[in-house]
T-cell receptor
Framework: NAGVMQNPRHLVRRRGQEARLRCSPM?????VYWYRQLPEEGLKFMVY????????ESGMPKERFSAEFPKEGPSILRIQQVVRGDSAAYFC?????????????FGPGTRLTVT | DAKTTQPTSMDCAEGRAANLPCNHS???????VYWYRQIHSQGPQYIIH???NNETNEMASLIITEDRKSSTLILPHATLRDTAVYYC?????????????FGTGTRLQVTL
């Protein structure tokens, strides 16, 4: 059973470009979460999605960041007009859902570097 | 969600049991205790969770005190690969809120 997959593993963008991070949850999981880890800091929740719905986006910056989890395909975290402060590791997690929301399985992360 | 307190760091000799404490004195009746770890540069890894009974799985054991104000994660035979930051998180399993709030955790160093 494949785990959570994220791609790319490393992404370099220049300031002002767009970054697209992809996450495929574990088979049978329909709940996806995105977390961000800034250098030398702890993990911070960004957004929680179910298929075609955003459930909780309380951790998402108000501008430039968006997330989706379409009916078909991976979840996408999109960062428009990246700035140096967006450089971080972005982790995606998935969970089985009802009664097991907090049993989250994380991917290897995408390391975004903004130059 | 109850606040948890963990030591900043601990050392453990390889092959010995690693006992990682967590204090959650304000935990409420419907809150579970979850443990995760993050090995350097990797995504966090779910370890175990419990409500009031002791739990064991292939990775670890979780001992929760009778008053539920504290717990201990036990890695029975620590190896160098268990070197990581361990997070204790107290959460209610009801409703649909499901974000994990990671504190500073305990940095476990397993040594030869």
């Amino acid at each position: 059973n494949a785990g959570v997959m994220q791609n790319p593993r490393h992404l370099v963008r220049r300031r002002g470009q767009e970054a697209r991070l992809r996450c495929s949850p574990m088979k049978g999981h329909s709940h996806v979460y995105w977390y961000r880890q800034l250098p030398e800091e702890g993990l911070k929740f960004m957004v929680y999605l179910q298929k075609e719905n955003i459930i909780d986006e309380s951790g998402m910056p108000k501008e430039r960041f968006s997330a989706e989890f379409p009916k078909e395909g991976p979840s996408i975290l999109r960062i428009q007009q990246v700035v140096r402060g967006d450089s971080a590791a972005y982790f995606c997690a998935s969970s089985p859902g009802t009664g097991r929301f907090y049993e989250q399985y994380f991917g290897p992360g995408t390391r975004l570097t903004v130059t | 969600d109850a606040k948890t307190t963990q030591p900043t760091s601990m050392d453990c000799a390889e092959g010995r049991a690693a006992n990682l404490p967590c204090n959650h004195s304000t935990i409420s009746g419907n809150e579970y205790v979850y443990w995760y770890r993050q090995i350097h540069s990797q995504g966090p890894q779910y370890i175990i969770h419990g409500l009031k009974n002791n739990e064991t799985n292939e990775m670890a054991s979780l001992i929760i005190t009778e008053d539920r104000k504290s717990s201990t994660l036990i890695l029975p035979h620590a190896t160098l690969r268990d070197t990581a930051v361990y997070y204790c998180i107290s959460l209610s399993n009801t409703g649909t809120a499901s974000k994990l709030t990671f504190g500073t955790g305990t940095r476990l160093q397993v040594t030869l």
